[in-house]
């Protein structure tokens, strides 16, 4: 996969594909990030990349010229990342993993000219509802949240107990030393047995998921096991 990202601030991403996964899915060709510096794209002495609004009001907004020649030719998804945008979540993320090519427009100041989202952006996302000083943030996040859903790049295994992959709450994790400070660690998970340390956690998740986030169980199938294990919490809660 390539994901383009188009910024005022292409320093900002120098640690993001320095580290850890991001970093290792680079080496291996798993991805190819690609950081554009928007003002390469701009005209005149002064290369402005952002000019005050039409209609008044304050703060300024960026100039449609220098994305649109930023934005030229075949450049994937494109993608805009604004509060106004669909919330991003696991399945938004898995979705976005399947891409050939992705293009993210970090926006800034009071945003991008509505003639770049109207002609070339194929989807606004927003992290959530708050503000944030840019668009930097959530293109990394984005990016963060899809390069490790590209097959290869982490074991199937550590994301199918993801939080959200199964679409609940992920179980407490525990290591070493068995015992700190007189806190323990719970006793099934120190028994090797794993069918009954599979369905602990397992019920763990969904006493968290109803507990924390009742709203993910909204319309999820459950299977038997499941059934049963959410049939004991309540149980259990009722005494
Ligand atoms: N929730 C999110 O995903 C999110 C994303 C970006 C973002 N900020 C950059 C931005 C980008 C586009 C439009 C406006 C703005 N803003 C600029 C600063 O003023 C407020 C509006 N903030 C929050």
Known sequence: MKINILTLFPEFFNSFKEHSIIKRAVEREQVEINIVNIRDFAEGKHKQCD?????????????????????????????????????????????????????IIAGHYEGIDERVIDSKVDLEISLGDFVLTGGELPAMVISDAIIRLIPGVIKKESYENDSFYNGLLDYPHYTRPAEYEGLKVPEVLMSGHHKNIDEWRLKQSLERTLKRRPE???????????????KEIKEEQEI
């Open 51 to 103: 000019d005050i609004p039409f209609g008044g009001g304050a703060g300024m907004v960026m100039k449609p010229e220098p994305l649109l020649k930023a934005l030229e030719g075949n450049k994937g998804k494109v993608i805009y990342t604004s509060p106004q945008g669909v919330k991003l979540n696991q399945v938004l993320a898995c979705e976005l993993s399947t891409e050939k090519e992705i293009t």
């Open 216 to 230: 993910l169980l909204k319309g999820r199938e459950f299977s038997k096991l499941e059934k049963k294990l959410l």
